[in-house]
């Protein structure tokens, strides 16, 4: 679809954490002030998630609508768009925008750019990670890892088998940071607060196991710190393994770096940052300095060489000293934010730019039980005292004050109330849906978004092109690779000819699929050039003739075909096989009636499965289906029944589906008369029929 008409901004913000949005903060001050003073703010989603408060989410102590704040009511005056950023022109100064499936792609033009698009997360580097594991990236993931382990516990009440029920309740914490170490001991103190609403689980049945590949836990703290914090977990009931990398998960459990096998039936992942794709190839195409995927800034924020462009947060390396960059901690990149909006009002009064100067209060971690370590301002100290401190300096720097007198009643209710257990998990899209249409029902419309890939498991679908049939897909059948594969949008209507059920794949899905696997994605290419557009078959039929396209498809078939049995055994069709070549041959009954057709490769597995003297015959093999044309017709008619059926050989049958021959399209395009060919004369096909 053609892009939308261009929108400027005097500055585009991109991304929505902490950086992105107290930058815009800062800007909106100006834009309340002065109508004329365009600023807009481009975010994945509409909303800022305090992050540290996650494992908070997911040990239930607070609501996980408590943790997220609406962008557009934090930053009034700005104009706020949910969109995803597909690509970033410097020279022309544009930004490429998709707001969603419906929606064209949208352009806009900036004069100065701020990026805050922060990091990705890559698991790729451990085999099995990115399949087995969970994340604590967002809401959603936290909400996912509360409803999980309230899951496990329902089901592992009802096993009986002691072995499986402590499988189901061991948990894997990969990464000993921050966001690990408040996960582990958060998940456990919820486990300790549950297990006594389950008859069948005891202190004994449910885990929770810490991987970190240091020497201690928490590094960016002082080893005491750390060293304290293990202790407490320990304590607790968190088992920890120390100086270990995760080597492979799998479904039941992670392999260690030594071979050590863990059994674990969920597997929590904090590591993995990975830089964002766009900031990587944004940096080539400036040519500028990245350090470990982060564009490398001045002091002052700015992208050296472009003073057009701003970067803060994970996706910057800003200068901490001479040898250091900032670490990517929301303390750092709220203040990198607001810096980057007085600069850029600087920069647009004439005024002189300032450097960041920022060099950290210190750094808190909840390590479960009410406690907490902390290192504030050179000042290190631990405990509950630690623990209140992080609640109350969290508290304070969560925005809005609706959202901190919710939290702080959640905090409060958690001190006198259990937590709630009640499995209210968000209902994730299946990667395979069911679907039912009776006949005349429309599953899809041309220039309609595609978002599936449909199978059909009875009736059958039409694919149409106006009032023109291009397809009929029966059951065992499958479309929609064509429009996935391409640009997503179908350029035919779907319409059921009968009741029919389908199982639709999402698009999502069916690429992971597809490019895994270079032969699954040649058979889909190839299947896809089925839907033939009408024009081609025009043309076609140009060429061939009408004198051609009038004559009987007897005049036009190869009545000589090689044909198997169905009560010939497997060493009979095998001699067949190898006098002459074909992909399929057509089966006939005792009475010459055509059955279905065989492959070679469904006889030759057969084979290597139960051996050439099984006794078994052709009837026992599953049998593939080709369209049947009755002899009657003319090869115009033809050419339009393999149009629909997206086939380019058919089967030619008289009444009762006795077998009169086969045709193809380079039959009908070589029209020479059959009796002259000496293949015929023979008694065999010609080659071309192959």
Known sequence: MPAEAIQEFDVLILGGGFAGVYCGKELARRCRRDPDFRVGLVSDENYMVFQPMLPEVAAASISPRHVVNTIRQLCRGLLVYKAEVTSIDPEAKEVRLSAGDFTSEVIFKYKQLVLAMGAKIDLSRVPGMSEHSLLMQNVGDAMKLRAKIIGRFEEANLVREEDR??????????????????????IYDLMTSIHRYYDNIGDEDYSVTLVHSGEHLLPTLSRKLGEYTATVLEKA?????????????????????????????????????????????????????????????????????????????????????????????????????????????????????????????????????????????????????????????????????????????DWTFDLFFPRDINLLSPQYSKPLKSIHMEAGDVLFYPDEPAFSVYFVQSGKIEIRDGETVIKTVGAGEYFGERAILNDQVWRYQAVAADSSELVAIGAPEFRAIVDGSKALEALFQRSALAYGLQEDYSHLKERIGDEVLAMPVTELMVREADTLRMDMNFQQALDIFRERFHGSYPVLDGEGKFIGSLRRDTLYDAIKTVGLDSGQTVADLPLSELPVVDDSLCAEEVLDRMNRAGKNKLIVCHADRQFAGLVTVIDILDHRPRKADPALSSGRPAERNE
């Open 237 to 409: 009931g968190v088992k920890l393994i120390l100086q270990k990398r995760v080597k492979a998960v799998t479904a039941n459990c992670i392999i260690l770096s030594d071979g050590q096998r863990l059994q674990a039936s969920t597997v929590i992942s904090t590591v993995g940052n990975a830089p964002h794709p766009l900031i990587l190839k944004l940096a080539e195409q400036m040519d500028v300095e990245s350090v470990r995927g982060r564009i490398r800034t001045n002091p002052h924020l700015q992208v050296n060489g472009r003073h057009q462009v701003w970067a803060v947060g994970d996706c910057a390396a800003v200068p901490l000293d001479e040898d250091n960059f900032c670490p990517p901690t929301a303390q750092f990149a709220q203040r990198q934010g607001r810096h980057a909006g007085r600069n850029i009002l600087a920069v647009m009064d004439g005024h002189r730019r300032k450097p960041f100067e920022f060099k950290g209060l210190g750094e808190l971690a909840a390590i479960g039980h009410h406690k907490a370590v902390a290192d504030i301002m050179g000042l290190s100290f631990s405990g509950f005292l630690a623990w209140w401190a992080w609640r109350t300096i969290y508290l304070a720097k969560l925005p809005g004050l609706q959202r901190k007198l919710r939290v702080l009643l």
């Open 165 to 186: 029920k402590r499988q189901l309740l061991s948990f894997v914490v990969v990464g000993g940071g921050y966001s690990g170490v408040e996960t582990a001991g958060g």
